[in-house]
């Protein structure tokens, strides 16, 4: 059975902070970016992540060579300290961001030319409708 791990990284990226949701599921990592705007406290990112996390779009998994191995508790300390003065977000992470951004950039090309040409096929119907008005009185 897969274990299934997230984590919250939230960090200031001018000038919005910014926080960054990673789930890992077996080798497979998917990612979620949220901007927050003002610095967020701790019971209003809790109280996001109880209420939003259900309607958060992640990216589709990626590969990663992430393996989980038993752990120190002072070690684990430690890391959670190191980790809390880096910033950013690793690069697993960034390319399921973009891997994100690219989807969700051909599903708004697909919108919007669908758009477009129901916009062309209505103004068509409409010249059309006119054209026939004319037409009928004579």
Not at 5 to 31: N, Q, Y
Not at 119 to 138: A, I, L, M, S, Y
Request: aromatic fraction near 10%; charged fraction near 40%; proline fraction near 3%.
């Amino acid at each position: 059975m897969d274990r299934i791990t997230g984590r919250l990284t939230v960090f200031f990226e001018e000038p919005f902070w910014v926080g960054v949701f990673e789930r890992s599921e077996g080798s497979k990592l998917s990612v979620c970016k949220v901007t927050f705007g003002t610095e967020p406290k701790i019971y209003e990112v809790y109280d996001f992540v109880l209420r939003e996390y259900s309607k958060l779009k992640f990216s589709p998994a990626v590969d990663s060579d992430f393996k989980e191995t038993k752990v120190n508790p002072k070690r684990m300390q430690r890391e959670a300290k190191h980790q809390m003065e880096q910033t950013g977000i690793g690069t697993r992470s960034q390319q399921a961001l973009k891997l994100q951004h690219e989807q969700m950039k051909v599903e708004r090309k697909v919108i919007s030319r669908e758009m477009k040409e129901a916009e062309k096929q209505r103004r068509f119907e409409q010249k059309q409708q006119k054209r026939k008005e004319k037409h009928k009185g004579h």
